[in-house]
């Protein structure tokens, strides 16, 4: 059998599952908001228990990075992220999902060469080119604001 470029994207089109992606995207928004406002609820109690806004702002964060490696770590994490899709990529929770799944994976490996080496496998690039952003998107603005 010849396959051609038509037949193979027939036979891609076949195969595929098939998505609703309106769904897909309403609970995508309502995941990732309902994380923001899981945040935003943590930075008003903070606020209220009599942590300044800097306090609160550090709380939050440590809390939600916590709260999200322990589900990470209890299996959890992953159902809900089958179930949001991209809504559990909200930055800070998605980041420690990241960094937490590649030490358990690794985990057996030893504390060294295996969570050692690869507990960043998946977070290192975003931290490379955040960083590396970062530095550029600071040289253009000190830049501009010479003038």
């Known amino acids: 059998m010849q396959v051609t470029p038509e037949l193979y994207q027939d036979m891609q089109k076949q195969a595929m599952p098939h998505s609703n992606t309106k769904v897909n995207v309403l609970t995508a928004f309502l995941t990732g908001g309902s994380i923001c406002a899981v945040g935003q609820i943590l930075f008003t109690a903070f606020q209220n228990l009599g942590f300044s806004q800097a306090q609160s702002m550090a709380w939050t964060s440590i809390t939600l990075v916590f709260v999200s490696a322990l589900l990470t770590g209890f ?16 930055p800070i ?19 060294v ?5 690869k507990i960043f496998t998946i977070a290192g690039p975003v931290i490379l080119y955040g960083t590396a952003a970062s530095v550029i998107y600071g040289l253009i603005y000190y830049l501009t604001t010479l003038f």
């Not at 992220?81 to 559990?88: L, Q």
């Not at 937490?100 to 030893?110: L, Q």
């Not at 060469?113 to 080496?117: A, I, R, S, Y």
């Open 113 to 117: 060469l295996g969570v050692g080496t």
């Open 75 to 90: 299996g959890i994490y992953q159902k809900l992220a089958r179930h949001a899709g991209a809504g559990t990529l909200v």
């Open 93 to 111: 929770t998605g980041f420690s999902n990241a960094i937490a799944s590649s030490a358990i994976e690794s985990k057996t490996e030893g504390f």
